[in-house]
């Protein structure tokens, strides 16, 4: 099993971004953060990495129901959608795959809350 799912657009970077943030939020997603891995390899290393960015998405309802069945699981929130340019010129989208990443959990009822998370981000990549 994979532990991502992606897709690669034919896009400028920025571009990208906007379309990525545009169908999380059309899919109840907020963006709790962003981070330009970029810049900060850039700020901190003094290193040229292509553009890259990790977002934040959270969907506060799916956030919640999990919360409930196990209340550790804050720890692996929010879902993190990385997009970043290629050497090809496309532009990848990949988002976590949430019943990979819960399999670490031992608790059966998360499964399903997993499975409600990765059918949105699925068909957030689909669309794009």
Not at 40 to 52: E, H, I, N, R
Not at 57 to 75: D, F, H, I, M, S
């Amino acid at each position: 099993m994979s532990y991502y799912l992606s897709t690669a657009l034919d896009a400028g970077f920025d571009e990208a971004i906007v379309r990525v943030e545009e169908a999380l939020k059309k899919a109840g997603f907020g963006i709790l953060t962003r981070i330009d891995v970029h810049e900060t390899m850039k700020a901190k290393l003094g290193l040229d990495l292509a553009p890259y960015v990790i977002l934040g998405a959270c969907n506060p309802k799916l956030a919640y129901e999990a919360l409930q069945l196990e209340n550790k699981v804050g720890t692996m929130l929010p879902c993190n959608v990385v997009v970043q340019q290629l050497s090809s010129g496309k532009v990848e989208v990949a988002a976590i795959d949430p019943v990979a990443s819960m399999q670490a959990i031992d608790n059966p009822r998360l499964k399903g809350a997993a499975l409600a998370v990765r059918e949105k981000l699925s068909r957030v990549i689909e669309k794009l």
